[in-house]
């Protein structure tokens, strides 16, 4: 039996909403159902849930325009659902914050497999198995506060962003292949294809200053991955 993690869902479409949060509170999960991009800033922010579903394309501002607004003060998991199959969509959704970018129409079970792979990364920083304070660089990062400085200025980094600096710092001077970022990050396994990794080291060069080559934090080691670069 899972724990009872909290999620809203972000939805107009009734039905598909009724049978999301359905199928989710059977797998043990509290669900709040929210119906138009109005209501959801409002309601994420009170709730403070473990993780939020949200479509794109809402009554009133849209899933990215909440995104915005929230991040500011919501840090865990945004799972996005969209029928647009768009990469600048998918990069504004990522640059927002967004953790996982799912294509309609998704099967109940897929859902929930990324559902359940979004909180157990979400979790990780929690452990106390993993180094609770990282130092590379003039970049600092505690786990136990969920805080990341640069040179003492405080970042504002999503989870997935958070978890996947924290793997590059631990593993500082050695290059990280995709595949085990995903694996470490996502808890999936690399398809070939997804750019969703490529794009959050953009958003992660960009939040530490860093967007031109060549880098000083985040280097691209062709045919091996990135590497956080100890010097």
Known sequence: ?????????VEDD????QMMSGFL???????TSVFNGNDAVDMIIAENPDLVILDLMLP????IEICRRIRTEFINPIVMLTAKDDDLVEVASLQQGVDNYLNK?????????????ALRRSSISAKPENPSHLVVQDITLDRESLCVTLREALLDLTSGEFELLAVLM?????PVSRDMLYKLTRGIEYDGLDRSMDLRISTLRRKLNDENPPYRYIKTVRGKGY?????
Not at 14 to 17: D, W
Request: no cysteine; aromatic share 2%; proline share 4%.
């Open 105 to 117: 129409p998704i099967r109940p079970h897929v859902l929930l497999a990324h559902v359940q792979a």
């Open 25 to 31: 509170r059977e797998e043990g999960y509290l669900v």
């Open 170 to 174: 631990e593993n500082a001077g050695v």
């Open 227 to 231: 590497l956080m670069s100890k010097r």
């Open 1 to 9: 039996m899972i724990g009872k993690h909290t999620i809203v869902l």
């Open 14 to 17: 009734l039905e598909l909403n």
């Open 60 to 63: 009133g501002i849209d899933g």
